[in-house]
C-alpha cells in the first residue's frame, strides 16, 4: 500500500522560512498530481500547491510569491519551500499524490499524508 511520508514542520518565526518534504513509499507504478494542501484553524482544508505530471506547478493565491513547490517524478517526491511565513500560515500541512497507480490496484487513487505542523509566532 502507498503512503505519503512527510517532515518538515516546525515552529518559526514571522519572516522565517521552512522547507517541507514529502515521499511515497511502496511500490509506485505512476502519480498523476502530487501537492500541498492546509488546514489552517477554523478553516476547511485548501490548495496550497501541487505539480501536475508533467505540467506547470499551480499555486494558491494566498501563496503570493512566498512558497516554490517542487517535484521530483523519479523519486516520487514533493518539496514546498516556505518563505516570508506569516502567523497566519500556521496550520497542518498535507502532501497529497492523486491518480495513484500501483500494484494490486484495479483503480487510481488518491493519497493523503498524516499532516505535518507549521505553527508561525509573532
Known amino acids: 500500500q502507498v503512503q505519503l511520508v512527510e517532515s518538515g514542520g516546525d515552529l518559526v518565526q514571522a519572516g522565517g522560512s521552512l522547507r517541507l518534504s514529502c515521499a511515497a513509499s511502496?511500490?509506485?507504478?505512476?502519480?498523476?498530481?502530487m501537492g500541498w494542501y492546509r488546514q489552517t484553524p477554523g478553516k476547511e482544508r485548501e490548495l496550497v500547491a501541487l505539480v501536475p505530471e508533467g505540467g506547470v506547478a499551480i499555486y494558491a493565491d494566498f501563496v503570493k510569491g512566498r512558497f516554490t513547490v517542487s517535484r521530483d517524478i523519479t523519486k516520487n517526491t514533493v518539496d514546498l519551500q516556505m518563505n516570508s511565513l506569516q502567523p497566519e500560515d500556521t496550520g497542518v500541512y498535507y502532501c497529497r499524490a492523486d491518480g495513484v497507480s500501483a500494484p494490486a490496484q484495479i483503480y487510481p487513487t488518491t493519497v493523503w499524508g498524516r499532516g505535518t505542523q507549521v505553527t508561525v509566532s509573532s
Open positions: 511502496g511500490s509506485v507504478f505512476s502519480i498523476d498530481d
